[in-house]
Structure formats: C-alpha cells, structure tokens
C-alpha cells in the first residue's frame, strides 16, 4: 500500500525565493536586495511593530480565532462579523477553501501559470485542476467563462494577478460574472489590491455575490509577511463552512495584534503607495533600454519574460552573484520569465547596475 497518494507523491512543494542570508553566505556579499517575494521594503508598518512589542506578555494563553480581527474588519469594510474570516496569511484561508468545498469529482479552474502558491494546495486535494492560457499575458475570462463545465467547482482569479501584475477590469468582470453558473465559487484574491491603482480595478467590496470569496493579506502592503495574517469576506454560509475547516485559534495572536494596528497605520500605507510607484516607474523606464520586456504592472512586482528558459536562468544566477535575488518563474510554468519586486531606491540601483553586466545580449554586455 503507497504511503501517500499518487498526487501527492508528485506533487513539487512551494519553495520560497532565496533568503537574504542564503545569498550573502554563498556568494560572499555584505549587501543583499531581496526582490523576489513581493515584501515591502520598507519593513514592517510602525504601528504594528509598536503593538506587538506591548502585548508580549499575553502569550501564555491561546489566541481567540481571530475575532478581534474580524471585528475591526467588519467595522472596516461595513460587513458583519459572520462574513469576515481570518487566517495565518491569506493562504491558510485558501488551504481551508480547497480542503471545504470540493468534492472528489470536482474541477478547479484558473489561468495557466496562476500563483503558486494556489497550484500546490489545489493539488494538494487530488482533484482535476485545469487552467486556461494567458491573452496577453492577462486572464482570458471569456476562455475561462467557457471553460466552465458542470464540475467546475472553484475558479481562482488573481487581481491584480501574481506572476504576471496584470488585472482584470470591473467591466470585464462583469461579464465574465454573467456565464458562472451559482454553483461555482469563485476566489478573488486581491493580495496586492492596495497597489492597483487603475481607475477601471473593480472594488470587490461591490461583489457581495453569494458565491465570491474575496481574500487580501497583510503580507504586502502592511509589510507582515513574517506574522502570517490574511483575511477574506464572503457570504456568511460559505464563512461557517470555512470556520469548521480551519485550524483551531489561527491566526496567531502577536499576528493578530500586528494586524489590527496596522489597518489603522495610514501613514505607512501611503509612503509604501508612493514608494512602489516610484519603484514601478524607474524599472518601467530602466529595463527596456537595456533589451528587456517589462510587463505592465498594477502591483509591487514586474514581469519580465525573455527569449529562452536558459536565457532567464543566466540573468537570475548573474544576478544573484552581484547581490540581487530576483524571482524565477520556472515552478509557476513559466520558465523563460522572472519576477522583479519593487524596492528601496538603494535595491533598486543595485539592480540596476548589476542587470548590464549579466544580460546576455551582445549589446546590452557592451554598455
Ligand atoms: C496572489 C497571491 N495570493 C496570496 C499570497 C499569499 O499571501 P499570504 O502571505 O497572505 O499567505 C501571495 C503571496 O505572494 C500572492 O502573491
């Protein structure tokens, strides 16, 4: 008898991009820009670190789910307790999803190359997970709306959307809402929808359709990806359902404290807003000249594709030799393409003068 199931049994697990620390020791650098998970750069937001360091002394006792939380998020976004969840990071909550609502029939539906993180918990279940290819490097969600069949049971829609920045409009939302039968649940994950800022982005908060689960994080913008603390907002039966399935007491209560305060920190938000535009806008005007494709982004992170798989690996391996850890896209499904995250103006220079010692092409090698 197997030990474990054949899907899990070839199932790659989720490997994060590589540590600071990794890289200083093996290329034996003192500096180091992470740019390859999508962090704010700035650290952590002030307030939430404050908060933390006053309530310490509580961790003796269990945490309460998440209710404070879900209160301040209710109170927040003008919804009811009973439609607001909380989770160790929005995936945690997109574990619960997959391991509540399908059964072993059911499809999962997405994009090809859709987040990571998603791909290996939907196949984590064992169940059918088909995908549907990219128009442009954007969701085709006509193709998706007809991709539907009658065991399609989640699709999963990213906005703005991880590998590649780019978004979905209201508009087009719409219509694609228009051909998904009630039955199907869909997941709009809006991780980086704090940096969209598009005026045609939809404001999930106008989808309180009964079968749209919207998740968000404090992994980006509020810089806690370290606390591992997400949220989600749905119609309160699907909300039950997710409260039978999740682990008892998640979220951790220091996360929970960091959270809280960090809704409230503004400030931080803002300078994190006008960071990543400038961020955005210096890799928007830095890349192309230097022979690269810069994918146009709505989120803290930029796309770049390149001619071969080989051709990606060499930047991102040159890249690394000079202190720059970028994000390769090769467990995505998209081997011929990396991901750039924004940074300081310290990273992002640093970037910038390590990228034309390492492109292969002969005149950018010049330069
Ligand atoms: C699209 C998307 N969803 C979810 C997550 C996970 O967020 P969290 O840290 O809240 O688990 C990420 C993290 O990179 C992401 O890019």
């Not at 192309?288 to 390149?306: C, E, H, K, Q, R």
Request: a negative charge; aromatic letters at 10%; proline letters at 7%.
């Amino acid at each position: 008898m197997p030990l474990v199931p054949s899907y899990i049994e070839t199932l790659r697990p989720y490997e994060p991009g590589r540590s600071i620390e990794e890289v200083k020791q093996k290329y034996g650098l003192t500096r180091v820009a992470k740019l390859a998970s999508n962090e704010n750069p700035l650290g952590p937001s002030p307030l939430a670190m404050e908060a933390i360091s006053r309530n310490l002394d509580g961790l003796n006792y269990y945490p309460n789910g998440g209710l404070d939380l879900r209160e301040r998020l209710a109170d927040r976004f003008q919804l009811q307790i009973s439609n607001v969840i909380t989770g160790s990071g929005s995936d945690s909550i997109m574990s619960s999803i997959i391991r509540t609502f399908p059964c072993d029939d059911d499809e999962v539906l997405t994009t090809e190359a859709a987040f990571i993180g998603f791909q290996v918990l939907a196949r984590s279940r064992g169940i059918a997970y088909r995908t549907v290819p990219y128009r442009n490097w954007h969701y085709d969600l006509p193709a998706l709306a007809s991709a539907i069949t009658e065991k399609t049971k989640i699709i999963y829609l990213a906005n703005p959307n991880n590998p590649t920045g780019t978004i979905f409009t209201r508009h087009e939302f719409d219509e694609f809402y228009r051909h998904v039968p009630d039955r199907v649940l869909i997941i709009l994950d809006e991780a980086y929808f704090e940096y969209a800022q598009d005026a045609r982005y939809p404001d999930s908060m106008h989808y309180r359709y009964d079968n749209v689960i919207t998740l968000r994080t404090f992994s980006k913008i509020y810089g806690l990806a370290g606390l591992r603390i997400g949220y989600g907002f749905a119609h309160e039966d699907l909300i039950a359902n997710l409260l039978k399935v999740k682990l008892p007491f998640e979220p951790g209560s220091l996360a929970q404290i960091g959270a809280m305060a960090a809704l409230a920190d503004r400030e931080f938000v803002q300078r994190s807003l006008d960071l990543n535009a400038a961020s955005l806008r210096t890799l928007r005007d830095s890349l192309p000249p230097l022979g690269l494709d810069v994918i146009p982004s709505d989120a803290n992170f930029v796309m770049v594709p390149f001619e071969t798989a080989a051709e990606a690996n060499r930047v991102f391996e040159g890249l690394l030799q000079h202190g720059v850890i970028v994000r390769p896209l090769g467990a995505f499904g998209l081997p011929d393409c990396l991901r750039i995250s924004t940074g300081t103006d310290d990273d992002t220079n640093m970037l910038l003068e390590a990228l034309p010692r390492v492109c292969t092409k002969e005149e950018v090698c010049r330069n």
